[in-house]
């Protein structure tokens, strides 16, 4: 149980195109989940919260007009990466709790050119 | 907001020896401590989690330490093999599955043969 799948696994993509990922909870239902972003070598940062039924919290310095976060169902995420610029090049990985735990995604690895 | 330090950021011991990872945090408000394990290009893998209200916890080979006053926890992995070389990340949360993980930076630990 408490399978987490993210698509797609990985996406390239020109710079200023959009681009969206999606994240299912596949076994549970979950009315949180969250977005993080890892870069080369480096840690996991969460860049926001993704509340069913309800706007997105993001964290500090992370722009809500380009990573735009819907979480229409309780097993359903996604998240849209609006024109989209080589820095935003990345791992992008969501989560989702289950009794007071986190389940990650595989997640999607993005490269705009 | 929370902040959790990691040391080391690299890790080599002997094949059999035993490896520890201490991390430390700010905010006296969290209380779930979980442990992860990422393998390159692959998503994290929890290997094990503590709670404030527990000082220590084990399972198998591995255990976490917790010492609340002094707001930091650490990784005891004994009798390393070759397959736990990875990189492993310390966390921290008020909430457990219902509230974003702030991370440590990882230790890329490496069991020499």
């Known amino acids: 149980g408490a399978v987490v799948s993210q698509h797609p696994s990985w996406v390239i993509c020109k710079s200023g195109t959009s681009v969206k990922i999606e994240c299912r909870s596949l076994?549970?239902?979950?009315?949180?989940m969250f977005w993080y972003r890892q870069f080369p070598k480096q840690s996991l940062m969460l860049m926001a919260t993704?509340?069913?039924?309800?706007?997105?919290?993001?964290e500090q310095g992370v722009e809500k007009d380009k990573f735009l976060i819907n979480h229409a169902s309780l097993t359903l995420s996604t998240l849209t990466v609006t024109s989209a610029h080589p820095e935003d090049s990345s791992f992008y990985i969501c989560?989702?709790?289950?009794?007071?735990?986190?389940?990650f995604g595989p997640g999607t690895r993005l490269t705009v050119l | 907001g929370e902040n959790v330090e990691q040391h080391p950021s690299t890790l080599s011991v002997q094949e059999g020896d035993s490896a520890v990872i201490k991390c430390t945090y700010s905010?006296?408000?969290?209380?779930?401590f979980p442990w992860y394990k990422q393998e390159l290009g692959k998503r994290p893998q929890l290997i094990i989690d503590i709670r404030s209200n527990v000082g220590e916890k084990k399972d198998q080979r591995i255990a976490v330490t917790l010492n609340k006053t002094a707001k930091h926890f650490s990784l005891h992995i004994t009798e390393t093999q070759p397959e736990d070389s990875a990189v492993y990340f310390c966390a921290a949360s008020m909430e457990g599955g219902a509230d974003g993980l702030t991370f440590g930076k990882g230790t890329h630990l490496i069991i020499q043969p």
């Open positions: 989560s989702a709790g289950l009794s007071d735990t986190q389940y």
């Open positions: 076994d549970f239902q979950a009315t949180t």
């Open positions: 905010d006296s408000a969290s209380n779930y």
């Open positions: 993704s509340n069913e039924g309800s706007k997105a919290t993001y």
